[in-house]
């Protein structure tokens, strides 16, 4: 049983920074990809970001809407995988979701990820 466990939410100030971590309770695959995702109140659940493997190949895709803010990075030696979020809008505001795609190199889409985090609370205040 997959288990991802993120935290790192909060309250900020526009402007301000956070970063986000979600860490796994096993290794990756040799192809998977992670990612994270966000929902906003009566909103459906958009992409943020992705980090992709494949066979040592790595790939990163950010939404417009964050690009150039925000970074995705992973730790492998701690199975942890982290956003950190810069020049934050309250836009931004939103439950974020860390998500896996294991055995396969998941997009934009959240249907092809197989396991979800709990979610932790991102708010911007203007």
């Known amino acids: 049983q997959v288990q991802l466990v993120e935290s790192g939410g909060g309250e900020v100030q526009a402007g301000g920074s956070l970063s986000l971590s979600c860490t796994s309770s096993?290794?990756?695959?040799?192809?998977?990809?992670m990612a994270w995702f966000r929902q906003a109140p009566g909103k459906e659940r958009d992409f943020v970001a992705r980090?992709?493997?494949?066979?040592?190949?790595?790939?990163?895709d950010y939404a417009d809407s964050v690009k150039g803010r925000f970074t995705i990075s992973r730790d492998n030696a701690k199975n942890t995988l982290y956003l950190q979020m810069n020049g934050l809008k309250p836009a931004d505001t939103a439950v974020y979701y860390c998500?896996?795609?294991?055995?396969?190199?998941?997009?934009?889409?959240?249907?092809?990820?197989?396991?979800w985090g709990q979610g932790t609370q991102v708010t911007v205040s203007s």
């Open positions: 998500a896996l795609a294991s055995g396969n190199l998941g997009q934009r889409d959240r249907l092809e990820y197989n396991y």
């Open positions: 096993v290794r990756a695959n040799v192809v998977y990809s």
């Open positions: 980090l992709g493997t494949s066979y040592g190949t790595t790939s990163i």
